[in-house]
């Protein structure tokens, strides 16, 4: 799906012409539940984590859903972020395999 993504966001010479984001709605809900739930267990890994998702919805730029799952990121990460004043604090847990 993936490599996918990155032939219709590259020049294909007009070969494929859809709708990119009737054609991703599904898999962008997906995706943005996945990120709920990782954020949910404390799990910001890049990989296997919520912060992973971003990547995935910084390609899907400059579709709607994509600026309102990035700006959800970072309303979680703001979430989660210990702060004293101006000063973020806090640990982040990555979680492997």
Do not use: C
């Amino acid at each position: 799906m993936w490599a996918f993504l990155v032939f219709i966001k590259s020049k294909n010479n007009g070969l494929i012409q859809i709708n990119k984001d009737e054609f991703f709605k599904e898999i962008d809900i997906i995706i943005l539940t996945f990120l709920e739930n990782k954020f949910a267990e404390n799990n910001f890994d890049y990989l296997y984590g919520g912060l992973g998702s971003g990547l995935y919805y910084f390609e899907r730029l400059p579709s709607a859903i994509a600026y309102k799952s990035l700006e959800r990121i970072v309303n979680l990460l703001d979430q989660t972020a210990e702060k004293n004043g101006d000063i973020l604090l806090g640990q982040i847990i990555f979680h492997y395999g």
